[in-house]
């Protein structure tokens, strides 16, 4: 099993910066994609920003102008730094990883971490 672990949440002011992030470890052959979710309170969990292993990004409108997702294939890490947060950025934030065990198609993973949580005050 892969397992992704997050850090860097925390109780924040308005205005101010956090920067996110997650580790794999485990058997792990390749990873094709590593995405950060986030999930508010009586809310569903939505995707905040994803990279691939080609360095191909997506982030949702809400936060695209405040945050850059970044990876470190060798360290098996993804990063995420947001800037100028708000009240509403406040949620628990997940790390999701895609990739394989081995060589083989048949070990393909899809896992989550527990997610780190951010608050940010007004």
């Known amino acids: 099993q892969v397992q992704l672990v997050e850090s860097g949440g925390g109780l924040v002011q308005a205005g101010g910066s956090l920067r996110l992030s997650c580790a794999a470890s485990g058997r792990i052959f390749s990873i094709k994609f590593m995405g950060w979710y986030r999930q508010a309170p009586g809310k569903q969990r939505e995707q905040v920003a994803a990279i691939t292993s080609d360095g191909s990004t997506n982030y949702t409108d809400s936060v695209k102008d405040r945050i850059i997702i970044s990876r470190d294939n060798a360290k098996k890490s993804v990063y995420l730094p947001v800037n100028s947060l708000k009240p509403e950025d406040t949620a628990d934030y997940y790390c999701?990883?895609?990739?394989?065990?081995?060589?083989?198609?048949?070990?393909?993973?899809?896992?989550w971490g527990q997610g780190t949580q951010v608050t940010v005050s007004s």
């Open positions: 999701r990883g895609i990739g394989r065990r081995t060589w083989s198609h048949r070990s393909e993973f899809d896992d």
